[in-house]
């Protein structure tokens, strides 16, 4: 079992910058990869971006390129989301996941297989 605990998420005007954290705990020698999804009202959950472990090879959904950095600190088993020039349109729960498997379909929810309970992230126009 791995457990997922996202942190970081609030209020921030448009323009602003958020980071969020995922903390993984118990069989973190298991991941593979990881990665931020988010869902905003009204919408589906969507992919953000991904991070392999060991290697710390990342992937980004293409309209947040640029903007959006992901990260990891393997010493302290916690993956980062830097988010800079955030929009209204970023507003939504954000939620870190795991996957212990080599997926090539990295962008698709059911290639993860444990998940955070979200941090909600508003930003005001």
């Known amino acids: 079992q791995v457990q997922l605990v996202e942190s970081g998420g609030g209020l921030v005007q448009a323009g602003g910058s958020l980071r969020l954290s995922c903390a993984a705990t118990g069989r973190t020698a298991s991941i593979y990869r990881m990665g931020w999804f988010r869902q905003a009202p009204g919408k589906e959950r969507e992919f953000v971006t991904a991070i392999t472990w060991s290697l710390g090879r990342t992937a980004y959904a293409d309209s947040l390129k640029g903007r959006f950095t992901i990260s990891r600190d393997s010493a302290k088993n916690t993956m980062y989301l830097q988010m800079n020039s955030l929009k209204p349109d970023d507003t939504a729960v954000y939620y870190c996941?795991?996957?212990?498997?080599?997926?090539?379909?990295?962008?698709?929810?059911?290639?993860?297989?444990?998940w955070g309970q979200g941090t909600q992230v508003t930003v005001s126009s």
């Open positions: 996941a795991a996957s212990l498997g080599a997926y090539s379909d990295y962008a698709r929810q059911y290639t993860y297989d444990y």
